[in-house]
């Protein structure tokens, strides 16, 4: 009995003297650290239901400390996305979000950021080098830039960017000078087509009629064009002639249906309005906010469903399946204000929406 007990020992001893314990072993994967709540990045997977901020504390790239101007969707992948930055260049995921890496773009303040619909790879961004506003393009995925159009001195910024997603050719571009240029051979060469009163901070352009163009001034003034920006009208003063017209004021943001032509969208500090003619007459959605206390700040409508809106006033989302009859809401405890949500073409369940201060 001795000799077996003197045996026992030797075998336990080893393993007492090296810490071990015969209890089963802690699980080598530990669990990942909670999210950050003051991330400037949000994802939704389920059509803006819920909104997920899944950014770790513990990565290199601390997304709560940017600001978020722009944002592009890939029109090939749901999870590519790129995030123009104020101060910041741009931010890119490949994965929806789970993580970010920044390009090789240096520059201030990037307001327009917008994708070739027919390739992926071709990117256009404005941006400020040397403290003048310039575009660039890539054409690999945000690897490489060359610049494509320059203000003529120090101080006008690129503040608006669109591609033409019937005729990726086409591109249209705002100054804070109060210029809109065109360029209709990929940015090769521009052409001055209109000069506002005030910068003009949106353009939106009819996904099924690329000659039908919209464009929202900072001084709230709506224009249209029926001939691709060879003549502009004020569709502000029009709407206050008609009477059966809800008045256009105080409205900076347009969106355009994607399915349906003549469909559009105004948004601001007069809350939301509605335009099923292309601009001729307007009716006003009510929301549950008021805009003049938080104004509308960002519109996005779903690609495969007219009735889904979704939009973003002060640090709440608010979205609808009705057309904008009934909104349910999603609160964000952060500092900053929604500036910015896409939906991604490809699948719609799938959105990305964006903070700034």
Same mark, same amino acid.
């Given at each position: 009995?001795?000799? /077996?007990? @003197?045996?026992?020992?030797?075998?336990?001893?080893?393993?007492?003297?090296?810490?071990?314990?015969?209890?089963?072993?802690?699980?080598?994967?530990?669990?990942? =650290?909670?999210?950050?709540?003051?991330?400037?990045?949000?994802?939704?997977?389920?059509?803006?239901?819920?909104?997920?901020?899944?950014?770790?504390?513990?990565?290199?790239?601390?997304?709560?400390?940017?600001?978020?101007?722009?944002?592009?969707?890939?029109?090939?992948?749901?999870?590519?996305?790129?995030?123009?930055?104020?101060?910041?260049?741009?931010?890119?995921?490949?994965?929806?979000?789970?993580?970010?890496?920044?390009?090789?773009?240096?520059?201030?303040?990037?307001?327009?950021?917008? +994708?070739? =619909?027919?390739?992926?790879?071709?990117?256009?961004?404005?941006?400020?080098?040397?403290?003048?506003?310039?575009?660039?393009?890539?054409?690999?995925?945000?690897?490489?830039?060359?610049? +494509? /159009?320059?203000?003529?001195?120090?101080?006008?910024?690129?503040?608006?960017?669109?591609?033409?997603?019937?005729?990726?050719?086409?591109? /249209?571009?705002?100054?804070?000078?109060?210029?809109? +240029?065109?360029?209709?051979?990929?940015?090769?060469?521009?052409?001055?087509?209109?000069?506002?009163?005030?910068?003009?901070?949106?353009?939106?352009?009819?996904?099924?009629?690329?000659?039908?163009?919209?464009?929202?001034?900072?001084?709230?003034?709506?224009?249209?064009?029926?001939?691709?920006?060879?003549?502009?009208?004020?569709?502000?003063?029009?709407?206050?002639?008609?009477?059966?017209?809800?008045?256009?004021?105080?409205?900076?943001?347009?969106?355009?249906?994607?399915?349906?032509?003549?469909?559009?969208?105004?948004?601001?500090?007069?809350?939301?309005?509605?335009?099923?003619?292309?601009?001729?007459?307007?009716?006003?959605?009510?929301?549950?906010?008021?805009?003049?206390? @938080?104004?509308?700040?960002?519109?996005?409508?779903?690609?495969?469903?007219?009735?889904?809106?979704?939009?973003?006033?002060?640090?709440?989302?608010?979205?609808?399946?009705?057309?904008?009859?009934?909104?349910?809401? @999603?609160? @964000?405890?952060?500092?900053?204000?929604?500036?910015?949500?896409? /939906?991604?073409?490809?699948?719609?369940?799938?959105?990305?929406?964006?903070?700034?201060?």
């Amino acid at each position: 009995m001795r000799k /077996y007990l @003197f045996l026992a020992v030797l075998i336990l001893a080893p393993m007492v003297l090296a810490g071990c314990s015969l209890t089963p072993a802690a699980p080598a994967n530990t669990p990942p =650290p909670p999210p950050n709540p003051n991330n400037s990045l949000w994802t939704s997977t389920d059509a803006g239901k819920t909104w997920i901020n899944n950014f770790p504390l513990n990565q290199k790239v601390d997304i709560s400390k940017v600001d978020v101007l722009s944002l592009a969707v890939n029109p090939f992948d749901a999870k590519n996305v790129f995030v123009g930055l104020k101060g910041a260049g741009i931010l890119k995921t490949d994965n929806g979000g789970q993580d970010w890496s920044y390009l090789n773009f240096q520059s201030e303040k990037v307001y327009g950021l917008d +994708i070739d =619909p027919k390739d992926g790879r071709i990117i256009y961004a404005s941006g400020v080098w040397q403290k003048r506003g310039k575009i660039f393009k890539s054409t690999d995925s945000g690897e490489n830039w060359v610049e +494509i /159009y320059t203000t003529p001195a120090n101080g006008p910024l690129v503040i608006s960017l669109v591609i033409d997603k019937r005729s990726p050719n086409i591109i /249209y571009a705002t100054t804070s000078d109060n210029q809109v +240029i065109k360029s209709t051979d990929t940015g090769v060469s521009w052409k001055n087509i209109y000069t506002s009163s005030s910068p003009v901070l949106k353009v939106a352009i009819d996904r099924l009629d690329s000659n039908l163009i919209y464009m929202a001034t900072q001084s709230g003034i709506i224009f249209r064009s029926k001939d691709g920006g060879k003549k502009f009208e004020d569709l502000s003063s029009q709407s206050q002639r008609d009477k059966k017209s809800q008045n256009i004021r105080e409205v900076t943001v347009i969106e355009t249906d994607p399915s349906n032509s003549g469909w559009l969208y105004a948004v601001g500090r007069a809350g939301m309005l509605k335009s099923s003619d292309a601009g001729k007459t307007w009716s006003k959605i009510e929301i549950l906010n008021n805009p003049q206390n @938080f104004p509308v700040k960002t519109l996005a409508v779903n690609p495969a469903n007219s009735k889904e809106l979704i939009y973003g006033a002060a640090q709440a989302a608010y979205r609808s399946v009705d057309g904008g009859v009934n909104w349910s809401t @999603f609160q @964000f405890d952060l500092a900053k204000n929604v500036n910015v949500i896409k /939906y991604s073409n490809l699948d719609p369940t799938q959105l990305y929406l964006g903070f700034s201060k």
